[in-house]
């Protein structure tokens, strides 16, 4: 019998906390962690083992010779993509179902899908977790008046968190689960059956995978959740969203363990980007250049990945979408600048379909329509998979940088989408509006990212030719904090959490050895424990 040590229910969510963890579901729960407690250490421990390898020996990720055979062979498929998902033009992305408002409205859109993400785009205080699934069960069981009955509302693309983060308000055995399985295992036995009877999933996406190993091992928790909830093998499909330059490698092993189970792969730029910083940061060749100037989907590296990914799953008779689009509308419809918006997006997004991919993001839904005009107007059908890219990608094509430097602008934008990031976190929201974007812990992840890089290897800004420095980056951080300061009327409260946030943000870009994930670092962080939610 397992050991299940719980919190008590988040304030003003004891009915919420009741209804989701009755006695039944905390067994569900616990047995699913500890039959697989052991498998998601070793691939934490694979990660990191990965990690040391490629540093001692100064190497470089490659196609591995071991799993040729799986992409040599032509003959197999991944399973028939669902009827509901055969048309993916528009998610809705980074929508945290704690934000009740923004969920149920994106319900009422017409999007193809909704993003309902416990990962980038929310905070994982037990409050937004409890919130956040006992909303989707309130949907998904067609509980919430003037809604969509669930089978016909847009598709729910369930977003757990990554393998990185770790749920402290409940341990199995002494030990506090890992943050997906809780996710997944509550959403599951609420809501798991119901999404499949509806033939509305129950459909994922899988945040942050780094090899084919870790995606065996969801493959094997959708197997032994299928057999104890009586659903047919196959019923789980999951999106796995390539965030890695080592899943980069791997695309089609990736597939091939989940090949009952996919509804295809993702690509995007900025957590996928960051991944370079991650794994070969410290080394001088892979010096990423300032993002808001020198890189975008275009360049070399990026274009390599999406045309690899796209060509992979259509091969594979798999879905390839693509990233999100974070710019938001204005509300003058008539403006200059609701023009420029539109012009901006229609013409990455274009990029996008253009190179093949079946659907992609937008966070903002009153662009969910005109993209749909955009995918109906350049394409035909409700896929692209009877487009297979005839490229050639090797291993150089993926690991090549784009050419640039670092611009005073990059270095000031960096800052504050770190610090900004930092202090929604320690209010408990997962994303934020800065300069016309919505920002969410993929940006703040490249952009502490490249201070830390810039710092290390000691960069000169093109405009001077200063060099980045401690001392330059912690006086930009000052002159930031006060300009937020100056544009906005805080507390005393607000205030010194701002502060906390510049000086946590300094932590991170100065740390000697690398941060591995930034929502790591502050979800461990005493800051953020002690904060009340």
């Avoid at 057999?227 to 093998?233: A, G, I, S, V």
């Avoid at 974070?326 to 997006?345: C, G």
């Avoid at 990212?449 to 001077?464: F, N």
């Amino acid at each position: 019998m397992d050991k299940v040590e719980l919190s008590g229910p988040p304030f003003g969510l004891e009915n919420e906390f009741n209804t989701l963890l009755t006695p039944d579901a905390i067994r569900f729960l616990a047995q699913l962690t500890s039959t697989f407690n052991n498998d998601v250490d070793k691939i934490l421990w694979n990660r990191t083992s990965r990690k040391v390898e490629l540093d001692l020996n100064n190497s470089y990720p490659d196609f591995s010779l071991d799993t040729v055979h799986i992409r040599n062979d032509t003959t197999w498929r991944v399973a028939a993509v669902p009827r509901r998902l055969q048309n993916r033009h528009v998610d809705i992305g980074d929508t945290a179902p704690c934000q009740t408002e923004r969920f149920h409205r994106a319900l009422m859109s017409t999007a193809q899908g909704i993003q309902v993400d416990f990962d980038d785009g929310n905070c994982p205080t037990f409050y937004n977790q409890i919130k956040g699934i006992f909303n989707i069960y309130q949907v998904v069981h067609d509980k919430i008046p003037g809604l969509p009955p669930i089978s016909e509302a847009p598709v729910l693309m369930l977003r757990p968190r990554a393998w990185n983060m770790v749920e402290h308000n409940m341990l199995i055995n002494g030990r506090e689960i890992p943050g997906p399985l809780f996710d997944y295992s509550l959403l599951m036995y609420h809501a798991g059956r119901r999404l499949y009877d509806s033939e509305c999933g129950p459909f994922f996406y899988l945040s942050k995978v780094e090899s084919f190993l870790e995606a065996r091992l969801w493959n094997q928790i959708f197997v032994w959740t299928e057999e104890k909830l009586n659903l047919p093998l196959g019923s789980i499909k999951a999106t796995v969203l390539i965030e890695s330059v080592l899943a980069s490698f791997e695309m089609e092993e990736i597939l091939y363990e989940l090949r009952d189970h996919s509804a295809g792969l993702n690509c995007g730029i900025w957590d996928y980007s960051a991944s370079f910083v991650n794994k070969f940061g410290h080394r001088p060749t892979f010096l990423l250049p300032d993002r808001s100037k020198y890189v975008n989907m275009e360049k070399h590296f990026l274009k390599s990945y999406m045309d690899l990914l796209v060509q992979t799953c259509h091969r594979r008779g798999a879905l390839a979408t693509g990233g999100m689009a974070a710019l938001l509308l204005p509300k003058d419809k008539e403006s200059q600048e609701y023009q420029s918006v539109t012009a901006a997006v229609t013409q990455l997004k274009l990029f996008e379909i253009d190179a093949g991919v079946d659907g992609f993001m937008v966070y903002d839904i009153d662009l969910v329509a005109p993209m749909q005009k955009l995918f109906q107007e350049r394409t035909s059908g409700p896929n692209q998979l009877h487009i297979i890219p005839s490229v050639t990608i090797s291993q150089s094509d993926l690991l090549i940088m784009p050419a640039g430097g670092v611009t005073l602008f990059g270095l000031k934008y960096n800052i504050a989408v770190g610090i900004l990031f930092i202090d929604a976190w320690l209010k408990g929201v997962g994303h934020f509006f800065y300069r016309g974007k919505v920002e969410d812990s993929a940006t703040a992840e490249i952009s502490r990212s490249q201070v830390w890089q810039w710092i290390r290897h000691q960069v000169k800004l093109e405009e001077d030719s200063r060099t980045v420095t401690r001392g330059l980056v912690r006086g930009l951080v000052q002159q930031m904090e006060c300009q937020l300061l100056d544009e906005s009327q805080l507390s005393d409260l607000q205030e010194a959490r701002l502060h906390t946030a510049s000086e946590i943000f300094m932590e991170i870009v100065l740390k000697r050895d690398f941060p591995e994930f930034i929502t790591t670092y502050l979800n461990l962080d005493h800051t953020f424990l002690s904060s009340k939610f």
